[in-house]
C-alpha cells in the first residue's frame, strides 16, 4: 500500500477526533445571531422542471416568472439549445433582461476516477462544458464523483490533486468547479470525505456543493455544517426527504419539496446562518410526481417552501 494513501478507516478516525475537538471549542464560545435569513438567495435547478422538456430559453422564463433570483442549468440543456440552432449569447441576454444569474450548472465529467485516459478525457469535456457557461455569465459548475460510484475505494489525496486540476481550468474560464457530494456512491458519499478533497486541493477557491438529499443518503450527520466556513458553501441543494423508502433504498426521485420530508431542515439551515452563510439555496428535485404538473406552478411551490424554511430556521433561531 502507498504511504499516501488513507484508508476510510484511518480517514473517518481523525475526522472524528477533529471534529470532536471543533465542537467543544464551539460550545466554549458566544453563539452568533442567526439574523433574518436575507442574506440567502434563491436559485431553481432546472432537474425540478427537467421531465416538461420546456428547453433552455422556457426554463429561463419560468424561473423568473416563479421569483427565484437564479437558475442552475444542466449543461446538456446549453449544449441541446444550440444543436437546435439557439446562441448562448441569446440565452445570456434572457437571462440577464429577466434579473437573473447562472450560479451553478449540473453536469457529470469522469474527472476523479484512476483511468489516465478517461480523466484526460474528462478533463477536456470540462474546459468545453466551462467555456460553454462562461458564455452565459456562469459563475459554477457541479464537480460530482462520476464514474467512481461503485468499485475500489479512491486515494483522497490524488482526489484532491484532480480536483485542483479542474479548479486550475476554472482560473482560465472564471467558473469554479464545486467538489458534489453523492450519497450512493462508494467515493464522496461522506461528508468529511468531500471536505477533505475540498481542503487537500490546495486552491483557495476550493468549495462545497451538498445536497440534502445526497447528505443523508450518503449517512452523514447534518451537524457537520456547524464545522464548515461560510465561503466553503456557495450553492447549497435544498430539498426534503420522506420516512419511507429507508435510507438504504430511498432513490433520487424520492425527494419532496422543502417541509414536506422529515429533513431536518431548521437545524441545517440555523447552522449555516450561525456560520454567517450566504450560500444560493438551488431547489433539486427529480420527482416524476412534479413533471406530471404544470413548471411555473411547481417552480412556485418550490420557492415558497424554501423561504418558509427559511423563515422557520430565523424564528428558531
Not at 121 to 148: H, N, S, T, Y
Not at 171 to 193: F, I
Request: charged share 25%; glycine share 10%.
Amino acid at each position: 500500500m502507498s504511504q499516501r494513501y488513507i484508508s476510510r478507516r484511518d480517514f473517518v478516525g481523525a475526522a472524528g477526533a477533529l471534529l470532536a475537538g471543533g465542537r467543544v471549542s464551539a460550545a466554549a464560545g458566544a453563539q452568533p445571531s442567526i439574523g433574518d435569513g436575507n442574506r440567502f438567495r434563491y436559485c431553481l435547478n432546472t432537474s425540478t422542471i427537467r421531465g416538461q422538456k420546456l428547453g433552455l430559453a422556457r426554463e429561463v422564463d419560468v424561473a423568473a416568472e416563479a421569483g427565484y433570483d437564479a437558475i442552475e442549468p444542466w449543461v446538456s440543456s446549453l449544449q441541446e439549445h444550440t444543436r437546435s440552432g439557439g446562441t448562448l449569447r441569446d440565452i445570456r441576454k434572457r437571462i440577464e433582461d429577466r434579473g437573473l444569474s447562472v450560479e451553478s450548472a449540473i453536469s457529470f465529467p469522469r474527472w476523479i476516477v484512476d483511468d489516465d485516459a478517461v480523466r484526460a478525457e474528462a478533463v477536456e469535456q470540462v474546459k468545453r462544458e466551462m467555456d460553454l457557461l462562461a458564455q452565459i455569465g456562469g459563475k459554477r459548475i457541479a464537480a460530482p464523483p462520476a464514474g467512481a460510484t461503485d468499485g475500489a475505494e479512491l486515494d483522497l489525496l490524488k482526489a484532491a490533486e484532480r480536483y485542483r486540476a479542474l479548479l486550475e481550468l476554472g482560473d482560465q474560464t472564471g467558473v469554479v468547479p464545486q467538489v458534489e457530494v453523492w450519497g450512493p456512491s462508494k467515493n464522496l458519499h461522506r461528508l468529511g470525505q468531500s471536505m477533505f478533497v475540498v481542503i487537500e486541493s490546495g486552491h483557495p477557491k476550493a468549495c462545497l456543493l451538498p445536497d440534502v438529499y445526497h447528505i443523508y443518503k450518503g449517512g452523514s450527520d447534518f451537524h457537520g455544517f456547524k464545522t464548515i466556513s461560510s465561503r466553503t458553501i456557495q450553492v447549497f441543494h435544498l430539498n426534503d426527504y420522506p420516512a419511507n423508502p429507508p435510507r438504504a433504498t430511498i432513490r433520487d426521485g424520492d425527494r419532496v419539496m422543502p417541509g414536506d420530508g422529515i429533513a431536518p431542515l431548521t437545524q441545517i439551515l440555523r447552522d449555516l446562518c450561525n456560520n454567517g452563510s450566504e450560500a444560493v439555496l438551488s431547489l433539486e428535485l427529480f420527482s416524476q410526481v412534479y413533471w406530471d404538473k404544470d413548471p411555473l406552478a411547481v417552480a412556485r411551490e418550490g420557492l415558497a417552501k424554501m423561504k418558509a424554511a427559511v423563515r422557520a430556521a430565523v424564528s428558531h433561531g
